[in-house]
């Protein structure tokens, strides 16, 4: 585990993990330590959820990142609302836990419908779930709004605020990403890589055509290198270690904000062909509205959402356990994955690191006493977590154990082995009802989506082979439809349900024929 933070502090990673989590632990440390210093204890909790805004959208370019983050924050808003509403009335038991399972599976729709990414619809089925078990607040429910609104505000800005340093920072990673994958090809060449490659450079294309900077010298430098990148996917060469060297070297160096030292330049190509439409939020919108017909690609992932949260929340409310929400919050974390292999994985992956993340919380509870303290490791916290999570989900939850648990325990004291034994056990029932409900929810809809990709791709393939003389545009256009096909493979593979799997061949096909062509 400390072997990957040190590659990411070391080379700076394509995945530029270190910026997007120091501008989580601002964005949520900022708004947490003023309350706690001010001692507005009780507004902790909804600034905190508010700022949880931070964790999306962390690479995307500003035009894009900023419509992410404002409709996550409206959700977030509404889900906090929703939740507070039902911890202040004498509404049944049960339904309140019908209100966190229909929020946290409307959540994971939107949120995959419309692309926000990592971590999906699970910070807003969290926020429903926490804010409708704490003690009722003692603002109003208006001034909740405020300060969740507040936070998510503050958030916001923060995230935004590189456009005013570094227009195209979003155009760097995308790119340096684009020519590290181009220097993997030019050491060893493989099909999987080029294709590996080619989306990496359609993804900097992307990037670059949605910034719009004010220095168009060091866009024009980026365009360039993006094109030199694209070309050692677009002409195959025997493998060049030296090229490999140079690329790798320019993708330092851009990170750095320095000029790259990588010669022979070509030209680049029209970059108004990937340019991001100014439709693109109604299109995310039209997403959205189609993902909530009940005959949805997906809906059965939704469904699985709401029976586990449902369930895991019953389970635990039958226990008595304290903090039984934890149990809804596991279901809806190992059911936010595409797959029933992948929900597998991911409830080990969290069952261990929260076990290894309580041993923290728990010496943390038990040996700082002073409430600003313990919100300072809780910002540690989210950013070591923030870094580690994107290597490997279950390292990630060492470190957002903690900050759920020491969160908890600053909006509604506890002792230490309370907390901690609640979380343990919540974890364990919120998992297992989760496992159970992958088995019990069939998923024979991704078989369709795996059809109608590959028939797009044979479409694009067919177009390919007519183009005269090269194609270039057309091997373009088939780099995000041969992905498709592999995501859509990889969802079919994961599902317990689907016997008649095709074989990989088809994909690794469709590869080839971008690869070769």
Known sequence: MLNHLVVALRRRSPDCVIAPSLRAGVAVGVPLVGAMMAGWHHWVAYLALGS?????????????RAGTLTGV?????????????FAGSDTHPAARLLMIGVAAAVAKLMCDAG????PGGLILGFASATTAYLPPPVPSVVAVFAATSAGA????????????????????????????????ISRSDEDRARHT??????????AL????????????????????????????????????HQLESAASRILRRRPPNLPDLPAPPFLNAFTDSPGSVMLRSRSMVAALHPRSLMMPGAVRVFLGAVVAGGVAQTLHLGHGYWASVTAIAVLSVPSAVASVHRAVQR????????????????TVSSPLWVSVIVVGCVIVGEIFVVYNYGYGMVWITPTAVLLTALAVPAGPADLTGDRLVATAVGGLVALGCVLAVR??????ALECAIRACEKAVAELRVAEPRGEQQRRKLVPLVAAVRDAYEIVRGEHSIRDVPDEEVVRRFEREFAYS
């Open 197 to 206: 490659a080619a989306l990496a450079a359609h993804s900097g294309w992307l």
């Open 153 to 184: 505000l503050f958030a916001w800005v923060v995230c935004m605020c590189g456009w005013v340093f570094d227009p195209w920072g979003p155009a760097r990673v995308a790119v340096a990403n684009a020519l590290r994958c181009a220097a993997a």
């Open 209 to 244: 055509a949605a910034s719009r900077p004010r220095r168009a010298g060091v866009h024009g430098m980026l365009v360039r290198l993006n094109a030199a990148a694209e070309s050692v996917v677009l002409n195959p060469a025997s493998p060049d270690t030296a090229r490999g």
């Open 443 to 448: 998923n024979r809809r991704s078989i369709r």
């Open 351 to 366: 069952t261990l690191g929260t076990g290894a993340g309580l041993i923290l919380a728990l010496l943390v509870l038990s």
């Open 115 to 118: 692309a926000s990414g990592p």
């Open 52 to 64: 949880l805004v931070a964790l999306y959208g962390k690479n995307e370019p500003y035009r894009r």
């Open 73 to 85: 924050g409206i959700g977030l808003v509404l889900a906090v609302g929703a939740g507070v509403w």
